[in-house]
């Protein structure tokens, strides 16, 4: 099994950027597809970027596409969620997850940190 602790959230105002990092308790970190994930009060779980197991691949929900940025560092086990120009509309609980390349769904999730972005 694959656990994932999601780091980095925090309290910032709009225009700021912040750095998500995901950690992940395997040697074998670079067998999996990494996706970063959001949730809003009142909305479902939303897709933001997902990179693949070598990092050569990424792709971008189109809200987010341009201001944030997926990475990964198969060395430490980690992801990384680099957001600029946050916007209050940013504000939710953002999720890692992992899964293998062949799946459609994503098998393991973090349990979360929170984003809020003041106006």
């Known amino acids: 099994q694959v656990q994932l602790l999601e780091s980095g959230g925090g309290l910032v105002q709009a225009g700021d950027s912040l750095r998500l990092s995901c950690t992940v308790s395997?040697?074998?970190?670079?067998?999996?597809?990494m996706g970063w994930f959001r949730q809003s009060p009142g909305k479902e779980r939303e897709f933001l970027a997902r990179i693949s197991v070598g990092g050569q691949i990424t792709d971008y929900t189109d809200s987010v596409r341009g201001r944030f940025t997926i990475s990964r560092d198969n060395i430490k086990n980690t992801m990384y969620l680099q957001m600029n120009g946050l916007k209050p509309e940013d504000t939710a609980v953002y999720y890692c997850a992992a899964r293998l390349p062949n799946r459609s769904g994503y098998d393991y999730w973090g349990q979360g940190t929170e984003v809020t972005v003041s106006s």
């Open positions: 395997s040697t074998t970190f670079s067998y999996y597809d």
